[in-house]
C-alpha cells in the first residue's frame, strides 16, 4: 500500500500562487508515477499533471501548461504543484495520486487539498 497526504490547498485571490505537496509513505516502489487531479463541484475529477519518480518526465493537462509545474524530490518521498495565475475556474479539490506511468493508471489516492479562487 501507498500513503499519499496532500497540503498547500487554500483560499487565494485570481492571479495568486499556491504550491500543493504530496507526500508519499509505504510501498512507494509499486508507483513509478505521480499525478495530481482535480475536481470540481458538480464536475468530473480531471488529470492535471503527472512526473515520473526516476526519469523526471513530466505531462500536463492543456489547462495547466504554462501555468503550473510538477516537481518531485526523491529523497523526500514528496511530489509539487506549483500554480501559478491562479483563475476561479481552478477551483476544486486537487488530489495526488500513485499509479504506472506506462498505463497511467493510478491506483493510490490521497484524501485531497482544497483550492479556492475568488474573483
Known amino acids: 500500500q501507498v500513503q499519499l497526504v496532500e497540503s498547500g490547498g487554500g483560499l487565494v485571490q485570481a492571479g495568486d500562487s499556491l504550491r500543493l505537496s504530496c507526500v508519499a509513505s509505504g510501498r512507494t516502489f509499486s508507483s513509478d508515477a505521480m499525478g495530481w487531479f482535480r475536481q470540481a463541484p458538480g464536475k468530473e475529477r480531471e488529470f492535471v499533471a503527472a512526473?515520473?519518480?526516476?526519469?523526471?518526465?513530466?505531462l500536463y493537462a492543456e489547462s495547466a501548461k504554462g501555468r503550473f509545474t510538477i516537481s518531485r524530490d526523491n529523497a523526500k518521498n514528496t511530489v509539487y504543484l506549483q500554480m501559478n495565475s491562479l483563475k476561479p475556474v481552478d477551483t476544486a479539490v486537487y488530489y495526488c495520486?500513485?499509479?504506472?506511468?506506462?498505463?497511467?493508471?493510478?491506483?493510490?489516492w490521497g484524501q485531497g487539498t482544497q483550492v479556492t479562487v475568488s474573483s
Open positions: 495520486a500513485g499509479g504506472r506511468w506506462s498505463s497511467r493508471q493510478y491506483n493510490y
Open positions: 512526473i515520473h519518480w526516476s526519469t523526471g518526465s513530466m
